[in-house]
Nanobody, 124 residues
Framework: QVQLVESGGGLVQAGNSLRLSCAPSGRLFGSSAMGWFRQAPGKDREFVAAISWSGGTTQYADSVKGRFTISRDNAKNTMYLQMNSLKPEDTADYYC?????????????????WGQGTRVTVSS
């Protein structure tokens, strides 16, 4: 059973930074694309960022482009989301995801594996 475990969420003031981490279990990590989604209170879940299995390709939602950076360290079996210049509208539960297919994450927003989520709250 593959599990995705997020960490790094918390309360931060607008303009500051946070780094989220995701550590998958099992043999999933090295052969899967991975991504982050978020869901704000009362809103639909939305795509945030994705990274290919090699780390060579990334994609971002327009709302976070230039502020967030997704990366992965396959040697450490960990994926990261560096979030800079945070805004109150970034407040949400952030979910780590993984899927063997890039398109499933980026185009369909239906990755096979999901974490439990970590909450990010940005105060104004």
């Amino acid at each position: 059973q593959v599990q995705l475990v997020e960490s790094g969420g918390g309360l931060v003031q607008a303009g500051n930074s946070l780094r989220l981490s995701c550590a998958p279990s099992g043999r999933l990590f090295g052969s899967s694309a991975m991504g982050w989604f978020r869901q704000a209170p009362g809103k639909d879940r939305e795509f945030v960022a994705a990274i290919s299995w090699s780390g060579g390709t990334t994609q971002y939602a327009d709302s976070v482009k230039g502020r967030f950076t997704i990366s992965r360290d396959n040697a450490k079996n960990t994926m990261y989301l560096q979030m800079n210049s945070l805004k109150p509208e970034d407040t949400a539960d952030y979910y780590c995801t993984a899927d063997p297919l890039w398109e499933t994450i980026v185009d369909l927003s239906t990755p096979h594996y999901w974490g439990q989520g970590t909450r990010v709250t940005v105060s104004s």
